[in-house]
Nanobody, 128 residues
Framework: QVQLVESGGGLVQAGDSLTLSCAASGRTLANAAMAWFRQAPGKEQEFVAAINWRSSFAYYADSVKGRFAISRDNAKNTVYLQMNSLKPDDTAVYYC?????????????????????WGQGTQVTVSS
Protein backbone atom coordinates (compact mmCIF):
# COMPACT_ATOMS: atom_id res chain seq x y z
CA GLN A 1 0.00 0.00 0.00
CA VAL A 2 1.45 3.32 -1.06
CA GLN A 3 1.20 6.22 1.35
CA LEU A 4 2.00 9.86 0.72
CA VAL A 5 2.41 12.16 3.69
CA GLU A 6 2.69 15.89 3.07
CA SER A 7 4.01 18.52 5.42
CA GLY A 8 5.24 22.08 5.45
CA GLY A 9 2.16 24.14 4.75
CA GLY A 10 1.31 27.23 6.71
CA LEU A 11 0.48 30.92 6.77
CA VAL A 12 3.05 33.28 5.28
CA GLN A 13 3.20 36.80 3.92
CA ALA A 14 3.54 37.76 0.29
CA GLY A 15 7.16 37.52 -0.78
CA ASP A 16 8.00 34.84 1.75
CA SER A 17 9.25 31.33 1.03
CA LEU A 18 7.94 27.95 2.08
CA THR A 19 9.01 24.37 1.43
CA LEU A 20 6.55 21.51 1.17
CA SER A 21 7.58 17.89 1.65
CA CYS A 22 5.93 14.68 0.56
CA ALA A 23 7.25 11.40 1.91
CA ALA A 24 6.31 8.23 0.01
CA SER A 25 6.28 4.76 1.47
CA GLY A 26 5.24 1.31 0.39
CA ARG A 27 6.79 0.98 -3.07
CA THR A 28 9.98 1.70 -4.94
CA LEU A 29 10.07 5.02 -6.71
CA ALA A 30 12.85 4.15 -9.14
CA ASN A 31 10.61 4.58 -12.19
CA ALA A 32 8.08 6.96 -10.73
CA ALA A 33 6.84 10.44 -11.42
CA MET A 34 5.74 12.70 -8.61
CA ALA A 35 3.88 15.95 -8.81
CA TRP A 36 2.30 18.77 -6.88
CA PHE A 37 -1.17 20.04 -7.63
CA ARG A 38 -3.15 22.70 -5.85
CA GLN A 39 -6.75 23.67 -5.44
CA ALA A 40 -8.00 27.04 -4.26
CA PRO A 41 -11.53 27.53 -2.91
CA GLY A 42 -14.05 27.60 -5.73
CA LYS A 43 -11.45 26.74 -8.35
CA GLU A 44 -10.46 23.61 -10.21
CA GLN A 45 -7.43 21.58 -9.37
CA GLU A 46 -4.29 23.06 -10.96
CA PHE A 47 -0.99 21.47 -11.91
CA VAL A 48 1.99 23.06 -10.17
CA ALA A 49 5.11 20.96 -10.80
CA ALA A 50 6.25 17.41 -11.51
CA ILE A 51 9.48 15.46 -11.52
CA ASN A 52 10.70 12.27 -13.15
CA TRP A 53 12.24 10.33 -10.29
CA ARG A 54 14.97 8.65 -12.36
CA SER A 55 16.15 11.64 -14.38
CA SER A 56 15.08 14.45 -12.03
CA PHE A 57 13.72 16.28 -15.06
CA ALA A 58 11.13 18.76 -13.87
CA TYR A 59 7.99 20.31 -15.31
CA TYR A 60 6.36 23.52 -14.12
CA ALA A 61 3.18 25.45 -14.60
CA ASP A 62 3.77 28.84 -16.17
CA SER A 63 2.31 30.51 -13.11
CA VAL A 64 5.10 29.21 -10.86
CA LYS A 65 8.03 28.94 -13.25
CA GLY A 66 11.02 30.79 -11.87
CA ARG A 67 9.54 30.94 -8.36
CA PHE A 68 9.00 27.28 -7.41
CA ALA A 69 11.42 24.38 -7.59
CA ILE A 70 10.64 20.68 -7.30
CA SER A 71 13.30 18.23 -6.19
CA ARG A 72 13.57 14.75 -4.77
CA ASP A 73 15.68 12.94 -2.20
CA ASN A 74 16.17 9.35 -3.25
CA ALA A 75 17.40 8.20 0.16
CA LYS A 76 14.35 9.62 1.92
CA ASN A 77 11.78 8.80 -0.77
CA THR A 78 10.70 12.39 -0.47
CA VAL A 79 9.79 15.07 -2.96
CA TYR A 80 10.02 18.76 -2.10
CA LEU A 81 8.45 21.90 -3.44
CA GLN A 82 10.47 24.99 -2.68
CA MET A 83 8.20 28.00 -3.09
CA ASN A 84 9.75 31.45 -3.29
CA SER A 85 8.27 34.91 -3.81
CA LEU A 86 4.89 33.66 -2.74
CA LYS A 87 1.81 35.58 -3.83
CA PRO A 88 -1.73 35.65 -2.45
CA ASP A 89 -2.79 33.81 -5.63
CA ASP A 90 -0.68 30.87 -4.47
CA THR A 91 -3.11 30.30 -1.60
CA ALA A 92 -4.53 26.79 -1.95
CA VAL A 93 -4.47 23.28 -0.63
CA TYR A 94 -1.41 21.60 -2.12
CA TYR A 95 -1.54 17.91 -2.96
CA CYS A 96 1.29 15.53 -3.64
CA UNK A 97 0.68 12.87 -6.30
CA UNK A 98 2.51 9.76 -7.46
CA UNK A 99 2.54 7.58 -10.53
CA UNK A 100 4.73 4.51 -10.02
CA UNK A 101 5.53 4.37 -13.73
CA UNK A 102 6.51 7.72 -15.13
CA UNK A 103 4.72 8.87 -18.27
CA UNK A 104 6.47 8.53 -21.60
CA UNK A 105 5.07 11.78 -22.96
CA UNK A 106 5.69 15.13 -21.34
CA UNK A 107 2.09 16.24 -21.66
CA UNK A 108 0.94 13.53 -19.26
CA UNK A 109 2.96 14.97 -16.38
CA UNK A 110 0.55 17.90 -16.30
CA UNK A 111 -2.62 15.80 -16.02
CA UNK A 112 -4.13 14.82 -12.69
CA UNK A 113 -5.48 11.56 -14.05
CA UNK A 114 -1.90 10.37 -14.68
CA UNK A 115 -1.31 9.94 -10.96
CA UNK A 116 -2.64 6.99 -9.01
CA UNK A 117 -1.79 7.96 -5.46
CA TRP A 118 -2.54 11.22 -3.69
CA GLY A 119 -1.66 12.77 -0.37
CA GLN A 120 -4.12 14.29 2.03
CA GLY A 121 -3.21 17.87 1.16
CA THR A 122 -1.55 20.69 3.06
CA GLN A 123 -2.87 24.24 3.30
CA VAL A 124 -0.76 27.14 2.10
CA THR A 125 -2.09 30.61 2.84
CA VAL A 126 -0.33 33.72 1.58
CA SER A 127 -1.46 37.01 3.05
CA SER A 128 -1.02 40.30 1.22
Amino acid sequence: QVQLVESGGGLVQAGDSLTLSCAASGRTLANAAMAWFRQAPGKEQEFVAAINWRSSFAYYADSVKGRFAISRDNAKNTVYLQMNSLKPDDTAVYYCALDLVAPTAATYYYQGWTYTYWGQGTQVTVSS
